[in-house]
């Protein structure tokens, strides 16, 4: 079988988290690169292939089942962990029982890097919403590498300030948007991370009430009932088991409007 075939089938027999480390292993493969488990990290995409094959060398795989925590909030550990596969959630559980839920990370993706720098507690909770595996790379080990490739820390800060700046929005949100207008500006952030562009975006699958509810901080009927109403105007449409932003412009006028009021 030809390597156009084999890819073929490989493809329809893996998730979508598992598809972007296959690309990456095909594409390097094809220029005759070594691809290694961090081939696709996107901290460590512009490092030399043979500077990350001793990274790999000297790091840990970890495969994680169904909820289960990779570190918690207050932890002392330094390691970085880079996805590999599936997907891991970074939360905070209140202590009156709610969620805060903070974001997603795929494969390429890192965690743990804030705490491998200032020598810090770990800031949130790490759980893996289904089957995940992660490579650990100690945490000494990474600050010498950020010490002595230029890539990765500029990788590392314009990493850390798109974060500032969605958790600047998040704040501005909560501070100057009623319910509603903060669950739109989850719609929109949500969509925006699909595409930057067109005014049609298919969320698939699509985002759970609940996952919405703990970002924007209020309980899933709040959502439920907006989801609702922006389906009757024409905003948003269900499509089975995924959510279509019919509307871009209209969703973000929305926004834009309770933001000035």
Do not use: W
């Not at 961090?38 to 995409?45: D, E, N, V």
């Not at 550990?77 to 939360?91: E, H, P």
């Not at 559980?93 to 990370?105: C, E, K, M, Q, Y």
């Not at 049609?200 to 709040?222: G, Y």
Request: glycine letters at 8%.
């Amino acid at each position: 079988m030809d390597r156009t075939a084999l890819s073929g089938r490989v493809i329809r027999n893996v998730g979508r988290d598992a598809l972007v480390g296959l690309v990456g292993y095909l594409v390097m493969s094809q220029h005759g690169l070594p691809a290694g488990p961090l081939a696709t990290a996107k901290l460590l995409s512009r490092l030399e292939p043979s500077v990350r094959s001793r990274l790999e060398r000297s790091a840990f795989r970890r495969t994680l089942a169904p909820g289960e925590i990779l570190f918690s909030r207050d932890d002392v550990d330094d390691n970085v962990y880079f996805v590999l596969a599936g997907t891991l959630r970074i939360i905070i559980h209140a202590p009156n029982g709610r969620v805060v839920l903070f974001r997603d990370l795929g494969p390429g993706e890192a965690i743990g890097e804030l705490a491998a720098i200032d020598g810090g507690r770990r800031s949130a909770t790490v759980e893996a919403r289904g089957p995940a595996q992660v490579m650990r790379v100690r945490g000494q080990a990474f600050r010498d590498l950020v010490a002595r490739e230029v890539t990765v820390a500029m990788a590392l800060l314009q990493q850390s300030i798109r974060y500032v700046r969605e958790l600047t929005d998040r704040v501005y949100e909560f501070s100057s948007l009623a319910v509603a207008n903060r669950i739109q500006a989850e719609l929109l952030r949500l969509a925006r991370e699909v595409s930057a562009d067109g005014n049609s975006v298919l969320l698939s699958p699509a985002p759970r009430h609940v996952d919405i509810a703990d970002r924007v901080s209020t309980h899933r009927e709040a959502v439920t009932r907006e989801l609702g109403r922006l389906a009757r105007i024409g905003i948003v449409e269900r499509q089975g088991r995924r959510l279509r932003i019919t509307d871009m412009k209209r969703l973000s006028v929305l926004v834009d409007e309770a933001a000035n009021c």
